[in-house]
């Protein structure tokens, strides 16, 4: 019997088996004798010991179309990464990191920011147009009110999507209007700490309509860049592809060389600084590394 892993706690599985139920499974030993770990959104084959219980054991992890370390997930269509527009205001390096990451595993992005009631229009605009060509969709969205949230559902049709951003953005009170019957907890955001609590302990899918499923995951504070090569960042950010072929020099870095097309459209502001200035800091990361 298949079915797919929607939640792994403390060493238990709960797969999912179309218009069966849910089961609640270990890992057989042959799968930790070969080191494979099964992950929320996996497919997986599993016998069952109790068909009144529901409980049975995963003895094969199938093939996945992708995978993802932090968030852990796998057999992921698209990321919905969710930043407040205040309380606190977005980290747009972050989010740059964000992008860097689901380019270079080719899931599609959609940025929302959240809480739009608590900021003026114009702040909006400013954070959606430094977006607008970064590849990703972009849309403002209120939990408090409901904005934004029936052209969002549309989006999720049909897809297995991850949720994910740092705590605090109000991405569990996203995730409750989607799916009200998630319960997912609500935190509230810490004076002292000017962030907020981590409230989502798990990785766990949830089934919001016939065939469109939306994985809540804990929050995330930073990202790894470790298995990008400095050649190579400089394709992950969307803004750069129309003009790196103008630059003077073929493989142009975009950082110390003259005659540099991307460089120059950031001073003119075609592409924006806070996208270029989180270019070179990764770039300046990945050249820091460490050489084994």
């Known amino acids: 019997m298949n079915g797919r892993i929607i939640k792994g706690v403390g060493g238990f599985y709960y797969v999912h088996v179309q218009k069966d139920g849910v089961y609640e499974c270990r890992a057989k030993g042959i799968l930790r004798n070969r080191n494979e770990k099964p992950l929320v959104g996996d497919m997986v084959s599993i016998d069952i010991t109790d068909s009144k219980a529901y409980t049975g054991n995963i003895t094969q992890i199938l093939p996945r179309k992708n995978s993802l370390i932090r968030p852990a997930a796998a057999n992921v269509d ?28 080719d899931i599609p992005v959609i940025i929302c920011f959240n809480k739009t009631d608590l900021v003026d229009e114009e702040t909006v605009k400013k954070y959606i147009s430094i977006y607008e060509n970064s590849g990703a969709r972009v849309l403002s969205i209120c939990a408090h009110t ?27 009170s996203v995730m409750n209007r989607l799916y009200p019957n998630a319960n997912a907890e609500t935190g509230d955001i810490s004076r002292k700490l000017g ?98």
């Open 78 to 105: 698209q990321a919905l990464l969710v930043f407040a527009s205040a309380e606190p205001a977005p980290n747009l390096c972050l989010i740059d990191y964000f992008l860097v990451r689901m380019e270079y595993e």
């Open 146 to 172: 409901g904005e934004g949230f029936d052209v969002l559902a549309d989006m999720l049709k049909g897809k297995l999507t991850v949720l994910a951003g740092p705590s605090g953005t109000g991405k569990s």
């Open 195 to 292: 962030r907020g609590k981590h409230t989502t302990r798990h990785s766990e899918i949830f089934c919001i309509n016939e065939n469109s499923y939306l994985m809540d995951t804990p929050g995330f504070s930073s990202l790894s860049l470790l298995d990008i090569e400095a050649d190579r960042l400089k394709n992950y950010f969307s803004e750069f592809i129309f003009y790196q072929d103008k630059c003077r020099f073929q493989g142009c870095m975009h950082r110390d060389e003259p005659g540099c097309s991307v460089k120059s459209a950031v001073l003119d502001g075609t592409i924006p600084k806070s996208r270029y200035d989180s270019y070179i800091l990764m770039l300046d990361e990945i050249n820091s590394r460490k050489k084994w």
